[in-house]
C-alpha cells in the first residue's frame, strides 16, 4: 500500500504541481499540451496517439517513475481524442433511455407518486410475512394494520458496511427484513445499501444480504490502492465501467473534477466490480434503476444521504477569518475568545439534508425535488436545460462517504493537513486541532473556500419564492451546490425517515463515538417538525438510580466559556464523529470508544451522556465500563438491542424505555419506537474480540475480521429479536384499535344519520 499511495495521488494531482518550466525534460517541446495538471488533463481534446509522446517527454514525480507505462494507458484511456474511451462512452450512454428525457422539478413536501405505489406493493407483500413474524393468523391482518418500519443505518467505513450487511444477513433470516418498508443509509452504510441493490450480489433475481455479505468480505481484503485497481482503470471491460462516471462528469458544462469523485471511483473498484467479471453490467452503477427491485414491493426502499451546509453569505467571510486566525494561536485567552467568535457565527449556520431514493433526489427542507436519472443536469425554472445520462453511482459513493476521501490524500502527505470534499488542494493547519475535524466536523467547516464550493448543478435555480418557508434566501440564484457525508450533523438517518412517518425506527450503529449526541439532535428535529411522538429520554443506556439520586446530571458546557472542554486542548483535538482522525498505521487496532463530542451551537437540552469510566481501554458494552453504581449513578449495561417508544400524552412522555411498560401499556403509546443496537462484542460467536478495534479508517479488512464483524453483525441482530418481535405486535394491536375506533365512530355516524333522516320524513 506505501508503494502504491503515493504515485496515485501524485498521478491524480493532489501533490503540489512542480514549476511550469520543470514539468518537461526537453525545453524545445511544443508548448501546446497537457503539462502536469494530474486529472485536468480529462477536459483537453488530444488525440490518442498524440498521448503517449506528449507523457513521455514528461519529468514525472519521482513517486510514479516506476508506473509510467500503466499511466501512460490510463491517460490513453481517458483522453477525449478521436479513437478514445471518452468518446465511445458517449456513443453508448446516449442511447441510454434518460438520455432523451426531459426533467422537471416537483415541488411540495408530500412523497412522490411512485414511492406511495411502492409502499401499498410493500404492505401487500408483507402481510403474510408480518403476521409470521408477530405470531398471528394471516386473516387477522390487514395491510392498514401493519406499522411502517424502517433500518437507520449509521456511518463509519468500512466497518458500518459490514455491520449493516451482517445486520441484514440476521433480520433476513429471522424474517424482519421481509417486514422492512425502508432502509436510510449515511457514509459507509451507504455503501453497503449500494451493494445490496446494484444487483451484484442476488439470487433469484432479488438482492441477498448473504450473497452480499460474501462480495464484500471478497472485495475489502484487498485496498483500493492495490497494483489490480490500476489494471481495472486500464483494461476492458472495467475501464469504461469505472471511468464513464468521472468522465462525463469532468465534461459536463459545469463539470469538475474533485477528490470526492476521485475516492468515489476508487472504492467503487472495489465494491462495484463482481469477482467475476462477465458480470458486469452497467446498470449496477444506476440509482434509478435499483428501482427493479422495489416497484413491485419486493425489497425495502433503500434511501442514501448528503447534507449541504449552509453559510449566509454576509457571515461565510467574517466566519474564515476568524477560524483562519484561531487556528494558529497559542495564547489561550485569545483562542477562547475567537472560539466564542466562531460559535455565535456559526449558530448563523444550518444543514440541508438531501436524500437519494431510485425515484427521486431532493430536500424536504427546500421542498424541491426531482427525478434521481436526473440528478447532476442544468436546470433553470424548474426545468432541465440540458438532456444528459444518469450520473454514475462511482460519484454518487464518493459524496455519501465524503469524510474518508482523507485517507487518500492522507496517504501521500503529511497527517496535519485538510481537505475540502469537493477540492484537493492541500493546506497546513495548526496541530491544535484534529485535521479532518476543521473542514468536516460539523461546526468547523470552513466558510469562504471549502463549504462555499459547489460541487453539481443547482436543480432549484430560478425558483425564487417557490421553495419551502425558510429556504436559503440565496439558494435560487447559484449555480451550483455542494454535497457532503451526512455523518458531519448526524450519524443516524432518522431525518429521512421522520417525514414518512415510520412507527419504528432500527437504528445500526457501528460509528466511532456513542449516540447520545445523535439521539438529542434527533429529537430536536422532530421537535421542529412538530411530532410530538418522539420518544423522551431516548438516550444512551444510562440510567439515574432514582433510590440515590432524582438530580439529573448537570447540562455539559456549551459555549466556549471557560470551562473544562475549552481548557483542554487535548479534548478538542479528540472530538470527532466516526471521526477521530489516526494516523492510519498506529491506531488500527485500537478502540474508538470516545466520550461524546460537544457541539458549540447546541441547545441546554443536550446533555453530556454520562459515561464516566468508558476509556479507549474499554470496549463498549464491557462491564467493567458499562456498570457502576458510585456517585448515585447505577449504569445498565449497553446491550445489543435497547427500545424506547414515544407518547403524545405528557402524563406518559417521561417513561418510555421498553423494559419499563407492560404490554398494554405499550399497545396505548402512539409514539415512535426506537430500536437502537450498537456494534458491540458477542462473546456468543467471537470470545474474546471487540469490533471497536477495526478502525473506521480502514481501507482493507482481512477475510477473518472481515467474517468476524459479520457473524458478531448478525448475532446482535438476532439477539433483540424477541424484544423486536414484542414491540411490533404491540404496535400493529394500536394501529388496528385505532382503524377499530375510527370505523365504530364512522358507523355512528352514518347511523345517527340515516335516523334524523327517517325522524325528518316523519314529520
Known amino acids: 500500500e506505501d508503494e502504491w499511495a503515493k504515485p496515485l495521488t501524485s498521478f491524480f494531482g493532489l501533490d503540489e504541481p512542480a514549476e511550469e518550466g520543470d514539468r518537461r525534460s526537453d525545453s524545445n517541446a511544443p508548448s501546446a499540451g497537457l503539462g502536469w495538471k494530474g486529472l485536468n488533463f480529462i477536459r483537453e481534446s488530444l488525440s490518442v496517439d498524440s498521448i503517449p509522446s506528449l507523457t513521455a517527454s514528461w519529468i514525472w514525480p519521482e513517486s510514479i517513475a516506476n508506473m509510467q507505462a500503466q499511466i501512460q494507458a490510463l491517460i490513453v484511456a481517458i483522453g477525449r481524442g478521436p479513437g478514445s474511451l471518452y468518446e465511445q462512452i458517449i456513443e453508448e450512454t446516449s442511447k441510454s433511455p434518460e438520455a432523451s428525457w426531459d426533467a422537471h422539478v416537483r415541488l411540495g413536501d408530500d412523497l412522490c407518486v411512485a414511492e406511495r405505489a411502492f409502499l401499498r406493493e410493500r404492505k401487500r407483500r408483507m402481510r403474510h410475512t408480518f403476521a409470521e413474524f408477530i405470531g398471528v393468523n394471516e386473516k387477522e391482518v390487514k395491510e392498514e394494520d401493519i406499522p411502517i418500519i424502517a433500518i437507520a443505518a449509521s456511518g463509519g467505513g468500512y466497518r458500518a458496511m459490514t455491520n449493516t450487511t451482517g445486520s441484514l444477513v440476521g433480520a433476513k433470516e429471522s424474517g424482519l427484513l421481509d417486514c422492512i418498508a425502508y432502509m436510510a443509509g449515511i457514509s459507509g452504510s451507504c455503501w453497503a445499501l449500494g451493494v445490496l441493490y446494484s444487483g451484484l450480489p442476488s439470487i433469484a433475481s432479488l438482492p441477498d444480504p448473504q450473497l452480499a455479505a460474501e462480495h464484500i468480505k471478497d472485495r475489502v481484503s484487498k485496498t483500493f490502492f492495490d497494483t489490480v485497481t490500476m489494471e481495472l482503470l486500464t483494461t476492458a471491460p472495467t475501464h469504461k465501467y469505472l471511468l464513464s462516471g468521472l468522465l462525463l462528469k469532468a465534461t459536463a458544462p459545469l463539470g469538475s473534477v474533485s477528490l470526492t469523485d476521485i475516492y468515489g471511483t476508487l472504492i467503487s473498484s472495489r465494491l462495484f466490480v463482481p469477482s467475476d467479471i462477465s458480470k458486469l453490467d452497467p446498470d449496477n452503477l444506476s440509482l434509478h434503476k435499483f428501482r427493479r427491485f422495489i416497484d413491485d414491493g419486493s425489497m425495502p426502499l433503500p434511501i442514501f444521504t448528503a447534507i449541504q451546509h449552509e453559510i449566509p453569505h454576509d457571515a461565510e467571510k467574517h466566519l474564515a477569518e476568524v477560524q483562519e486566525q484561531r487556528d494558529y494561536l497559542v495564547d489561550e485567552t485569545r483562542y477562547k475568545m475567537l472560539k466564542r467568535e466562531e460559535e455565535d457565527i456559526e449558530r448563523k449556520t444550518r444543514w440541508l439534508w438531501y436524500e437519494f431514493t431510485p425515484y427521486e433526489v431532493g430536500c424536504d427542507e427546500l421542498g424541491a425535488w426531482i427525478p434521481s436519472w436526473s440528478f447532476g443536469r442544468q436546470f433553470e425554472n424548474g426545468q432541465s436545460i440540458e438532456r444528459r445520462p444518469e450520473l454514475s453511482f462511482t460519484i454518487l459513493a464518493g459524496i455519501y462517504a465524503s469524510a474518508f476521501c482523507a485517507t487518500l490524500k492522507a496517504s501521500a502527505n503529511t497527517p496535519y493537513s485538510y481537505w475540502s470534499v469537493s477540492d484537493a488542494t492541500p493546506r497546513t493547519i495548526s496541530r491544535?486541532?484534529?485535521?479532518?475535524?476543521?473542514?468536516?466536523?460539523?461546526?468547523?467547516?470552513?466558510?469562504?473556500?471549502?463549504?462555499?464550493?459547489?460541487?453539481?448543478?443547482?436543480?432549484?435555480?430560478?425558483?425564487?419564492?417557490?421553495?419551502?418557508?425558510?429556504?436559503?434566501?440565496?439558494?435560487?440564484?447559484?449555480?451550483?451546490?455542494?454535497?457532503?457525508?451526512?455523518?458531519?450533523?448526524?450519524?443516524?438517518?432518522?431525518?429521512?425517515?421522520?417525514?414518512?412517518?415510520?412507527?419504528?425506527?432500527?437504528?445500526?450503529?457501528?460509528?466511532?463515538?456513542?449516540?447520545?449526541?445523535?439521539?438529542?439532535?434527533?429529537e430536536e428535529y422532530a421537535t421542529r417538525r412538530g411530532i410530538s411522538t418522539w420518544p423522551k429520554g431516548a438516550r444512551w443506556p444510562v440510567e439515574l438510580n432514582a433510590q440515590q439520586s432524582s438530580t439529573p446530571s448537570p447540562p455539559a458546557s456549551t459555549g466556549g466559556n471557560g470551562g473544562q472542554d475549552d481548557a483542554d486542548p487535548n479534548r478538542r483535538l479528540a472530538e470527532s464523529q466516526e471521526s477521530q482522525v489516526k494516523e492510519q498505521t498506529e491506531r488500527q487496532k485500537e478502540s474508538e470508544s470516545r466520550p461524546i463530542p460537544d457541539r458549540p451551537n447546541t441547545s441546554q437540552a443536550e446533555i453530556t451522556p454520562t459515561l464516566p469510566h468508558e476509556t479507549v481501554d474499554e470496549p463498549r458494552g464491557s462491564p467493567d465500563s458499562m456498570s457502576n453504581e458510585g456517585d448515585g449513578v447505577d449504569q445498565r449495561s449497553l446491550q445489543a438491542c435497547s427500545i424506547w417508544i414515544g407518547s403524545s400524552k405528557s402524563s406518559e412522555a417521561d417513561q418510555s424505555r421498553f423494559e419499563d411498560l407492560t404490554e398494554e401499556e405499550l399497545a396505548e403509546r402512539d409514539g415512535i419506537g426506537i430500536v437502537y443496537m450498537p456494534l458491540i462484542p458477542n462473546e456468543k460467536v467471537a470470545p474474546g474480540w471487540d469490533p471497536s478495534g477495526i478502525s473506521t479508517w480502514r481501507r482493507e479488512m482481512d477475510l477473518e475480521e472481515t467474517q468476524r464483524l459479520l457473524d458478531v453483525a448478525k448475532a446482535n441482530m438476532l439477539e433483540g429479536d424477541e424484544k423486536i418481535r414484542k414491540l411490533l405486535k404491540a404496535m400493529w394491536i394500536r394501529k388496528r384499535r385505532a382503524r377499530e375506533e375510527t370505523q365504530h365512530r364512522h358507523r355512528l355516524r352514518v347511523l345517527e344519520s340515516r335516523v334524523q333522516h327517517a325522524l325528518d320524513l316523519l314529520h
Open 432 to 522: 491544535r486541532r484534529s485535521p479532518f475535524y476543521v473542514n468536516y466536523r460539523g461546526h468547523s467547516i470552513r466558510g469562504s473556500r471549502e463549504s462555499s464550493r459547489r460541487i453539481l448543478p443547482n436543480f432549484v435555480k430560478g425558483l425564487e419564492g417557490q421553495l419551502r418557508e425558510g429556504s436559503p434566501k440565496d439558494i435560487t440564484f447559484r449555480e451550483t451546490l455542494g454535497f457532503m457525508d451526512a455523518g458531519a450533523e448526524l450519524n443516524i438517518p432518522y431525518y429521512p425517515l421522520l417525514r414518512r412517518d415510520v412507527d419504528c425506527i432500527i437504528a445500526l450503529d457501528a460509528s466511532a463515538d456513542s449516540q447520545d449526541l445523535w439521539f438529542t439532535r434527533a
